[in-house]
């Protein structure tokens, strides 16, 4: 921790204030390893340690744990519902900073569907750092990522990688799945859960939630709930302790070969075709709105529909419940629009 302290102190100051010593490892770094020794530095101070731990007689024992990050200076902070999961009376949720300190935190609401939590510690305002949330809306495939948590419990623990992939979906801790979510290829371990994931600005991209893996560890593929989504949740939790989210209705799957057989589609043809409008298909959404079965939604409110991931993202982030979307679908090829009213989940 010393030496990246003098790293950082040497990228702000200037060289010249300071030691020969100090000189010296300068000169062995990158410019790179510079800009990222200088970014741990900066969103450190940001990033959480959280423990669970249940009673057991007078005492508490640690059951589980993850990562987490300040989000304002009230001490609302960021994690997955999964860290949290459970927590009642006989839980202590412990919080450590990098600093030292160490404090219970309170549950401010849990969200299952987005796998996101916010948690609030009772701190003054000029020690909590809160990060800067970015637009996941503007990521490039390729891009540095850097992730910061606790993996195994191995505490402000940085990992670096890209942005290996846009628009992935993953199924959040209900029936509902997340869209938008980031691949990368940062190395994300039990524990990172609830740790941001950032770019070279230091703004937090994501939300490190899930990983594919055999053996339950870094695989290289990792993802991340995207920020816009973070934001609309956090701040629906901390104002109403719940998120409402609007509800099409359908179930729908990506355009495959065998559909584009069945239907005769144009091999190019890209969208969401309409597997089933959901319980209650007299009621649904889209069924009142005379969406049917098989028709392919191929844009929202002009917002081009390549893939299911897309359509939840954008319907999850874009739209509240009572909302009315334009729907762009092709029938047996003939393309056509529908006005619909989003009910709520």
Same mark, same amino acid.
Do not use: C
């Given at each position: %921790?010393? %030496?990246?302290?003098?790293?950082? $102190?040497?990228?702000?100051?200037?060289?010249?204030?300071?030691?020969?010593?100090?000189?010296?490892?300068?000169?062995?770094?990158?410019?790179?390893?510079?800009?990222?020794?200088?970014?741990?530095?900066?969103?450190?101070?940001?990033?959480?340690?959280?423990?669970?731990?249940?009673?057991?007689?007078?005492?508490?024992?640690?059951?589980?744990?993850?990562?987490?990050?300040?989000?304002?200076?009230?001490?609302?902070?960021?994690?997955?519902?999964?860290?949290? =999961?459970?927590?009642?009376?006989?839980?202590?949720? =412990?919080?450590?900073?990098?600093?030292?300190?160490?404090?219970?935190?309170?549950?401010?609401?849990? *969200?299952?569907?987005?796998?996101?939590?916010?948690?609030?510690? *009772?701190?003054?305002?000029?020690?909590? $750092?809160?990060?800067?949330?970015?637009?996941?809306?503007?990521?490039?495939?390729?891009?540095?990522?850097?992730?910061?948590?606790?993996?195994?419990?191995?505490?402000?623990? %940085?990992?670096?990688?890209?942005?290996?992939?846009?628009?992935?979906?993953?199924?959040?801790? #209900?029936?509902?799945?997340?869209?938008?979510?980031?691949?990368?290829?940062?190395?994300?371990?039990?524990?990172?859960?609830?740790?941001?994931?950032?770019?070279?600005?230091?703004?937090?991209?994501?939300?490190?939630?899930?990983?594919? #893996?055999?053996?339950?560890?870094? #695989?290289?593929?990792?993802?991340?709930?995207? #920020?816009?989504?973070?934001?609309?949740?956090?701040?629906?939790?901390?104002?109403?302790?719940?998120?409402?989210?609007? $509800?099409?209705?359908?179930?729908? *799957?990506?355009?495959?070969?065998?559909?584009?057989?069945?239907? +005769?589609?144009?091999?190019?043809?890209?969208?969401?075709?309409?597997?089933?409008?959901?319980?209650?298909? +007299?009621?649904?959404?889209?069924?009142?709105?005379?969406?049917?079965?098989?028709?392919?939604?191929?844009?929202?409110? *002009?917002?081009?529909?390549?893939?299911?991931?897309?359509?939840?993202?954008?319907?999850?982030?874009?739209?509240?419940?009572?909302?009315?979307?334009?729907?762009?679908?092709?029938?047996?090829?003939?393309?056509?629009?529908?006005?619909?009213?989003?009910?709520?989940?």
């Amino acid at each position: %921790m010393v %030496m990246l302290l003098l790293v950082s $102190f040497g990228y702000v100051l200037g060289t010249s204030q300071l030691s020969g010593f100090a000189q010296a490892l300068l000169a062995q770094l990158t410019q790179s390893e510079l800009q990222l020794a200088d970014l741990y530095n900066r969103v450190s101070p940001s990033v959480v340690s959280i423990n669970i731990a249940i009673r057991s007689g007078r005492d508490f024992v640690e059951v589980s744990g993850g990562s987490g990050f300040v989000i304002d200076s009230n001490g609302h902070i960021v994690t997955n519902y999964h860290v949290v =999961e459970g927590a009642d009376r006989d839980t202590r949720i =412990e919080v450590n900073f990098i600093d030292g300190t160490i404090i219970e935190a309170e549950i401010v609401g849990v *969200d299952p569907d987005s796998d996101l939590a916010v948690i609030r510690v *009772d701190l003054p305002r000029e020690r909590l $750092f809160p990060v800067s949330l970015g637009d996941s809306n503007n990521l490039v495939i390729g891009q540095t990522t850097v992730a910061l948590g606790s993996p195994f419990g191995q505490r402000w623990t %940085m990992t670096t990688g890209i942005v290996s992939a846009l628009e992935r979906t993953i199924q959040g801790l #209900s029936q509902y799945q997340i869209g938008a979510v980031i691949q990368t290829d940062a190395a994300i371990n039990p524990g990172n859960s609830g740790g941001p994931l950032f770019n070279l600005q230091g703004e937090v991209i994501g939300v490190n939630s899930q990983i594919s #893996s055999l053996e339950r560890v870094n #695989s290289g593929i990792g993802y991340a709930v995207p #920020s816009n989504l973070v934001k609309r949740v956090a701040k629906a939790l901390i104002e109403e302790q719940r998120v409402r989210y609007s $509800f099409l209705g359908i179930s729908g *799957d990506d355009i495959t070969l065998d559909l584009i057989n069945e239907l +005769n589609l144009a091999d190019n043809t890209r969208g969401v075709v309409i597997a089933d409008l959901g319980r209650g298909r +007299n009621t649904s959404p889209a069924a009142q709105s005379g969406l049917e079965i098989n028709d392919i939604i191929i844009a929202v409110d *002009d917002r081009p529909i390549n893939n299911f991931g897309e359509l939840i993202a954008y319907l999850s982030i874009e739209t509240e419940p009572g909302d009315t979307v334009t729907i762009r679908v092709l029938r047996e090829g003939d393309p056509l629009e529908f006005e619909v009213i989003l009910g709520e989940r």
